[in-house]
Nanobody
Framework: QVQLVESGGGLVQPGGSLRLSCVAS????????MGWYRQAPGKQRELVAT???????KYGDSVKGRFTISADNANNAVYLQMNILKPDDTAVYYC???????????????WGQGTQVTVSS
């Protein structure tokens, strides 16, 4: 069982910055990737950014050039630096961790409880 605990959300003005953190605990032997998704009211959940165990990042189109994902594999942690925040970035941000399912080529995804980010003046 994997537990993901997010922190760092809050209220920020447009153009401001926030840094989200997520720490994974539990029985983690290895993982394929960690990252972030978000869901705004009335919208589908969407990819924000993920980072593979080898450090390769992947970003959603709406955050490219503004957000940066990083990881501390030794401590099973992932971070999201969010700059030039816009009101459209307002959402609940969820941390995810993908663990390989041995022998299948598939992975199992764990989700955190989410942290609210509100961008408003």
């Amino acid at each position: 069982q994997v537990q993901l605990v997010e922190s760092g959300g809050g209220l920020v003005q447009p153009g401001g910055s926030l840094r989200l953190s997520c720490v994974a605990s539990g029985s983690i032997s290895n993982f394929d990737a960690m990252g972030w998704y978000r869901q705004a009211p009335g919208k589908q959940r969407e990819l924000v950014a993920t980072i593979s165990d080898s450090g390769a990042p992947k970003y959603g189109d709406s955050v490219k050039g503004r957000f940066t994902i990083s990881a501390d594999n030794a401590n099973n942690a992932v971070y999201l630096q969010m700059n030039i925040l816009k009101p459209d970035d307002t959402a609940v941000y969820y941390c995810v961790l993908d663990e390989p399912v041995e022998g299948t080529g598939l992975y199992f995804r764990s989700w955190g409880q989410g942290t609210q980010v509100t961008v408003s003046s």
